[in-house]
């Protein structure tokens, strides 16, 4: 296939306005020697049918999804309403660049003006930005941001958080002048207040948890704000699952600094892990330090009301080596597709989408640690997340699950070696009722 | 033209656009016990879903893009994004898979990763690639952090590295956050690195060159492997930003030149929707030397199958969640298997012939501060139409009124008053005259009429924006009514 528009013609016409006779000219000056004399070596080009059902047939050996899943850890299965993917086709919001030019990327920056307002309408703090590039990174982002805010060497992260979460922080702070240290979690699988005071000083810049927690469990924030707060450390709260956000109580009235997370719950299909959707928001205070893409409103030259990216000064194309991130793209179209989703959902379906989350996930827990051999691993309270331990072992479980058409939970003892026999499951507003009595059912089976 | 209002300002009581399937599980208030909630979503929108959908179909509309109009920012490589690889994209064993799955439920993902890298390797000369960063800018704060970890792992550790002052902002700011120290490096007058320069401030504690080739300018460094000798020598190594790779493949192959790692941009060279600012994918290519410390996991085909390798001892580690931005990879994989060596080897000469035939065209009309030949892209200035008064930001929005998006202005920084254009393989001789002829008449507007020109756009949704005054007092957010 050729995407290519010139004509014949067109081409000996250019040529010649150019002054050449062949496009091989247009490369003399690629020295002879260094140029490429082969072709490259790929497979023979497909057309469109071709194309199509090569990918078909990749798309074949995928069978994960043709399973009833319960699984989650940091993507999740909701509901995305067909007005997402609809609007979101356009090509009007698919094929634009970053809206450099304001007058003629109005539609994107009003959609980003009005997503950084959700974002900071569900977090309640003052300031969201455009956008980065999935939860993980937004995290060591803010790991960074807070640690050009206090800088003190210290980072105590919770050991709760998602473990690929800290696995990106530590590669970001490899080479900077931070350490991190990770703080316990206790029986009810919450950070282990003890263990935070024991470990913050002087030196900490800034204290990262999760909640809902990597377990699940949703944290009492106000506790550690206090503590970190006592100490004049920034409070990092992550979230990775932001459909919690419709019903639990805000990080930014929990006293959040800065708030980071996974936005893919908000529109985005589960995709094999990506693209999905960073989000970032904090203290107003912290502005000139926040990292990203923000949309801010203006005038336009007769005073009509308009939007334009703004505090550019933070950024690499202004202030290079001295910017705030190296971002340039963000994640732009997905912050898209979760400003529709929202808007659809609006006020009333975001607390219902997070409350039958609650109810379903712990109908579920009920029901499964009510069969001999399941326990549930910690008591502290749960949104759509939890931990169970197999008594008799997990694989034996996992593996009869399977053959009956069920992904149960995600083995926790390769992240968490002490948690042998323990699998996190979750269950959204996508289960029936039918399909968590299905789990149950098999689980009573295996163990019986 | 009647002005959108936010989605906030036509909210209201008693509207809504969603419902959810009643909850059929045993309704328990206890579940709740203990947990912190929140009374209410302040000032969340409530809409109907014809409101939703007006909305945004009319914020949509204000846009400039591809699929309507030509869009020759430079450097950005705003090419055509096929259909029917949104389409592939989309399947639903692609779309629904997780990212936890089981490996041996998921090989057709892990298929997908592997050829495309294995495509990237034979289209660059590369001998292995990671596909985890996001973007650009994350390839190349990852190809700073392999050079990190390569050369600690040699007990060579090192702190600058060089960046040549035509380069894009995000390349000393990768390699500052990686640690480093970015110091700049001068153009020489064909507008390349200058090899005396090169030489003298390549020293031992120089841990990586940051060239960009062809460059801003879209001029080929021709030197390249004098550049890489003299580099290598001091045990440094050549970073290649490859954000301009279009100009190049099926042309010419960085890792059989010198270079050490780089990073493409799926969303320039293979065609993936730029999404307005995202989702990109930045994969990251690296010569044998630097495997060990590619981010992991890493897809390896074994005896049954392919697999994810997780042990990775020297490996700087994970750079994102999982795999990278997967759907948009299978975009580019659908891209690189739909044009095949011929086609691609066809996008970088007639990038290149549109290119020249613009730049010749407009020769004379607008200044060229080089003279040496270039590649995909040319970099004219203001500095004619200055003498009227009139700056390249004042040309770039008039553009607007002739129907064409604005070139590239905010760099390179060696060439004030910058209009960088990137006209792009797909484009038709036509919309190549029709844009020529536009800058042609602003050109005179400029001598003749220069208000009309400085007080552009005047055609546009909004006219022109006050950036200074959206910084200086920063309203980032709606604060209206949130107790409605």
């Not at chain 1, 995600?410 to 499951?425: H, Q, V």
């Not at chain 2, 007639?350 to 003279?371: C, M």
Request: glycine letters at 8%; charged letters at 25%; aromatic letters at 8%.
């Amino acid at each position: 296939m050729s995407y290519i528009s010139l004509s014949h013609e067109d081409k000996k016409k250019m040529l010649a306005v150019i002054g050449i006779s062949s496009l091989d000219e247009l490369f003399c000056c690629i020295p002879e020697e260094i140029r490429l004399k082969r072709d490259l070596n790929l497979p023979s080009p497909l057309v469109e049918p071709e194309l199509i059902h090569h990918f078909e047939e990749i798309g074949k050996r995928n069978s994960d999804s043709s399973y009833l899943s319960f699984l989650g850890a940091g993507a999740y299965r909701h509901f995305i309403p067909y007005v997402v993917d609809y609007l979101s086709s356009r090509g009007e919001f698919i094929s634009p660049y970053t809206p450099y030019q304001p007058e003629v990327s109005q539609g994107t920056l009003q959609v980003i003006f009005e997503y950084q307002t959700l974002i900071c309408q569900l977090t309640e703090m003052e300031i969201a930005n455009a956008s980065l590039y999935e939860g993980a990174s937004a995290a060591a982002e803010a790991v960074l941001m807070a640690h050009r805010l206090r800088g003190n060497p210290k980072i105590l992260v919770a050991n709760t958080l998602h473990p690929q979460y800290k696995s990106v922080i530590q590669t970001y702070v490899k080479n900077l002048p931070i350490e991190i240290k990770e703080v316990n979690y206790n029986e009810r699988g919450e950070l282990d207040l003890d263990d935070f005071a024991r470990k913050i000083d002087a030196e900490t810049s800034a204290v990262v948890c999760q909640s809902p927690n990597f377990m699940g469990i949703v944290e009492n924030l106000d506790r550690i704000a206090e503590l970190a707060r006592k100490h004049q450390a920034l409070f990092i709260v992550v979230v990775a699952e932001a459909a919690s956000l419709g019903i639990l109580k805000a990080p930014g009235a929990c006293g959040a600094d800065i708030v980071a997370g996974e936005g893919q719950s908000f529109g985005l299909p589960l995709s094999f892990g990506g693209p999905y959707l960073g989000f970032m928001a904090c203290k107003k205070d912290f502005i000139r330090q926040f990292p990203g893409r923000i949309a801010g409103e203006t005038k336009d030259a007769e005073g009509r009301k308009g939007f334009v990216l703004t505090l550019s000064t933070r950024e690499q194309h202004i202030r290079r080596e001295k910017a705030t991130s190296n971002i340039c793209s963000n994640q732009a179209w997905c912050g898209l597709r979760a400003t529709i989703f929202l808007e659809t959902l609006g006020r009333k379906g975001m607390r219902e989408l997070a409350y039958q989350n609650i109810q379903k996930a712990n109908y579920a827990l009920e029901k499964l640690s009510e069969i001999n051999g399941v326990k549930r691993r910690f008591s502290g309270p749960v949104f759509n997340e939890f931990v169970l331990e197999f008594a008799g072992g997990w694989p034996k479980v996992e593996g009869f699950l399977r053959q009956n058409g069920v992904l149960g939970g995600l083995s926790l003892e390769p992240f968490f070696p002490e948690l042998k026999n323990c699998a996190l499951f979750c269950v959204t507003e996508m289960h029936k009722k039918d399909n968590i009595d299905r789990l149950v059912r098999l689980v009573g089976e295996v163990l019986r | 033209m009647i002005r959108e209002p936010l989605i906030f300002e036509i909210s209201a009581e008693g509207k809504r656009a969603f419902d959810l399937p009643k909850l059929d599980v045993l309704e328990k208030k206890e579940f709740l016990n203990n947990l912190p909630l929140r009374e209410d979503i302040k000032g969340f929108p409530q809409v109907s879903e014809i409101e939703v959908v007006r909305h945004l179909t009319r914020l949509s509309q204000t846009n400039f893009c591809i699929d309507t109009t030509f869009y020759p920012l430079g450097s950005c490589t705003m090419k055509y994004n096929p259909k029917v690889n949104e389409k592939v994209a989309q399947l639903g064993n692609f779309l629904h898979s997780h990212p936890h799955a089981p490996q041996d439920l998921v090989q057709g993902n892990l298929e997908v990763l592997k050829s495309i890298e294995d495509f990237l390797c034979e289209i660059t000369g590369m001998e292995a690639f990671t596909l985890q960063p996001s973007a650009g800018a994350q390839g190349e704060l990852v190809g700073m952090m392999l050079i990190h970890a390569y050369l600690a792992d040699r007990g060579s550790p090192r702190k600058v590295v060089l960046v040549p002052d035509s380069a894009h902002g995000t390349n000393p700011s990768s390699a500052h956050i990686c640690g480093y120290l970015a110091q700049e490096i001068k153009s020489n007058e064909r507008g390349t690195i200058d090899l005396a320069g090169l030489i003298q401030q390549m020293t031992e504690d120089v841990a990586a060159l940051m060239i960009t080739n062809p460059n801003t300018l879209g001029v080929f460094e021709s030197d390249i492997l004098k550049i890489a000798e003299i580099v290598h020598a001091k045990g440094g190594l050549v970073y290649m930003d490859g954000a301009n790779m279009n100009a190049l493949v099926g042309k010419f192959r960085p890792g059989d030149m010198g270079v050490d790692v780089i990073h493409l941009n799926l969303h320039k060279t293979f065609s993936t929707p730029h999404g307005g600012g995202g989702p990109g994918a930045g994969p990251v290519g690296v010569k044998k030397h630097l495997i060990p410390y590619l981010p992991f996991p890493v897809v390896e085909k074994g005896p049954a199958g392919y697999v994810f390798n997780h042990n990775r001892p020297k490996s700087i580690g994970r750079v994102g969640s999982f795999y990278g931005n997967f759907l948009v990879i299978i975009k580019a994989l659908a891209y690189i298997l739909s044009l095949g060596a011929e086609g691609l080897r066809e996008t970088a000469e007639i990038a290149v012939l549109n290119s020249n035939y613009l730049r010749k065209s407009l020769e004379g009309v607008y200044h060229l501060k080089y003279s040496t030949p270039t590649l995909h892209e040319c970099v004219f200035s203001d500095k004619l139409q200055k003498e009227h008064g009139v700056k390249n930001i004042d040309i770039a929005k008039r553009l607007i009124d002739y129907g064409h998006h604005p070139p590239t202005m905010s760099f390179p920084l060696i060439v004030p008053g910058a209009l960088m254009v990137e006209p792009t393989e797909t484009e038709s001789k036509k919309d190549l005259d029709l844009f020529i002829e536009a800058m042609k008449k602003i050109a005179t507007e400029a001598r003749e009429t220069p208000e009309v020109v400085k007080s552009a756009p005047h055609t546009s949704y909004v006219r022109r924006l006050d950036e200074t005054s959206a910084a200086r007092n920063p309203v980032l957010r709606w604060e209206g009514d949130e107790e409605k």
